[in-house]
């Protein structure tokens, strides 16, 4: 038989806490289409290895190409919000995480099967609506990072990573949330391997 050499293994599923994003050091800008919404947003989609490596710009004969997302243009700029300076219209941000990340499982996802499945993912990964109902809200205040991992896992049942990043005053806070999903894209699977990296035992949950 012919056998196609496996090209990943998973992916991690990030999300971002836009509030995480714009309090530190480095700020942020918002994107040109207006302040997005007091929600989680998307990352990116990235192909990984279980080992914990990952492979990165895979295809630069497959660039970003506007026309193939049009129908999911209005839901990306929702759902996946660019908060870089300067502000732009989240193109530049999609296309570097399709040519980075995206051209890695080009052979399973074409590109707007890509963008499209992590749009479903957000859907069915509500991190806000799970962390708000265990009464973890984005007031500011300082959280358990087990029960935030306890929350995301319960209402959506896996276990996520979570990262932190540290706000101006050098608090921990609650940045990225991994989530991982099969190399279809369509569904969540317990994480065969996790990032490193540190949090305080208590996390900040900022405002947005
Ligand atoms: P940082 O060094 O800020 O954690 O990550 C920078 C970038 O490297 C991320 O935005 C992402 O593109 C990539 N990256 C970091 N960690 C991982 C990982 O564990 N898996 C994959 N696939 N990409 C990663
Ligand atoms: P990564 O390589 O870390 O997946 O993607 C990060 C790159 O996307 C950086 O070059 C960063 O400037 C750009 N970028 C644009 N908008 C955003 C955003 O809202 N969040 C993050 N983390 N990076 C963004
Ligand atoms: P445990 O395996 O006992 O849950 O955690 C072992 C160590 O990993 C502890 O220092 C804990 O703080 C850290 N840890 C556990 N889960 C996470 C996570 O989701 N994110 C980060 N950054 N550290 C974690």
């Known amino acids: 038989v012919l056998c196609v050499s496996q090209d990943f293994d998973f992916f991690y599923f990030v999300q971002q806490w836009p509030g995480s994003y714009c309090d530190t050091q480095n700020s942020c800008c918002y994107p040109t289409t207006g302040k997005p919404a007091a929600d989680f947003g998307i990352h990116g989609l990235w192909p990984n290895y279980k080992d914990g490596s990952y492979p990165s710009n895979c295809d630069s004969n497959n660039p970003f190409q506007q026309s193939q997302i049009s129908d999911l243009r209005s839901s990306l700029q929702r759902n996946w919000p660019t908060l870089a300076c300067p502000s732009g219209n989240g193109v530049q941000f999609w296309t570097h995480e399709w040519e980075k990340h995206g051209t890695c499982s080009e052979s399973l996802l074409k590109q707007h099967d890509y963008f ?9 990964a509500n991190l806000l609506r799970a962390l708000t109902n265990a009464g973890i809200q984005p007031d500011g205040e300082l959280y358990s990072l087990s ?3 306890g929350a995301i896992k319960d209402a959506i049942g896996y276990t996520p990573y979570i990262e932190c990043n540290v706000d101006a005053s050098r608090n921990s806070q609650l940045y990225q949330v991994y989530l991982c999903v099969d190399t279809s894209g369509s569904g969540f ?3 065969p391997v996790f990032p490193k990296g540190k949090c305080g035992s208590q996390v900040e949950f900022p405002t947005f």
């Open 189 to 191: 699977i317990e994480c």
């Open 116 to 124: 499209e499945a992590a749009l479903d993912l957000k859907q069915r």
């Open 147 to 149: 029960s935030i991992k």
